[in-house]
Structures are given as C-alpha cells and as structure tokens.
C-alpha cells in the first residue's frame, strides 16, 4: 500500500522557520511535491523535486516561496523535505506532499498530474 504522509507543520510567528517531512512508503516517486491550500482558495504548487537522470535531481518553486523555501530529498530514507524560512502570514495553509511516476516537467507545477497524496499538514503563521 502506497503512503504519504506528512509531518513538520505548526505555529510560527512571521519570520520563523519550519522543515515539513514527507515520508514515502511503499513506493519510490520520479517526482515529488508540495501543495498548499488556504481557506476559500485553490490549491496551489509550491515546490517540486524530479528525477532528471540516475543520480541527478531538480528542484523548481513558485515564485511566491523563490529564495525563502528549499525542497530536498533523502532517496535512503523515501523522504522528501522543504524548508521553509522567513515565513510570512500568507505562508498559512494546510500543506500536502504529491508523489507521481512522470519526470518530466509536463504538468510539474498542477495538482492534476499527481496520483498519490499524503493527508496534509497545517503550517499557520501568525504577524
């Protein structure tokens, strides 16, 4: 059975740091990423991390987390990571890990594409 599941999320004040983990059972993913959904809003991309070669992987971000979130990955451990520094109130959302078998960058950054979901986790930022 396929799992992802999510863990890190929490209370910060705006400026904080916090590291989310998503812990893959199962099952290895070509690409793998995070969502995030505020009250009355779409789920939206944050970050991805895709397989580009044996040992070689990419990172990409939306441009509203560039510079202030890092996502990586540990293939010993299934598990892939974003930190997320000088967070900002509109950071708030629950967060939701996305793990998919397609590499390519065709459908990277949309929620559609990816078939497997962990059940998320609550990142609030208080000003």
């Known amino acids: 059975q396929v799992q992802l599941v999510e863990s890190g999320g929490g209370l910060v004040q705006a400026g904080g740091s916090l590291r989310l983990s998503c812990a893959a059972s199962?099952?290895?993913?070509?690409?793998m990423a995070w969502f995030r959904q505020a009250p009355g809003k779409e789920r939206e991309f944050v970050a991805a991390?895709?397989?580009?070669?044996?040992?070689?992987?990419?990172?990409y971000y939306a441009d509203s987390v560039r510079d202030r979130f890092t996502i990586s990955r540990d293939n010993a451990k299934n598990t892939v990571y974003l930190q997320m520094n000088s967070l900002k109130p509109e950071d708030t959302a629950v967060y939701y890990c996305a793990g998919r078998d397609e590499p390519g960058l065709t459908g990277l950054r949309s929620p559609a594409p990816y078939d497997n979901w962990g059940q998320g986790t609550q990142v609030t930022v208080s000003s």
């Open positions: 199962g099952r290895t993913f070509n690409a």
């Open positions: 991390i895709r397989r580009g070669g044996t040992y070689t992987y990419y990172p």
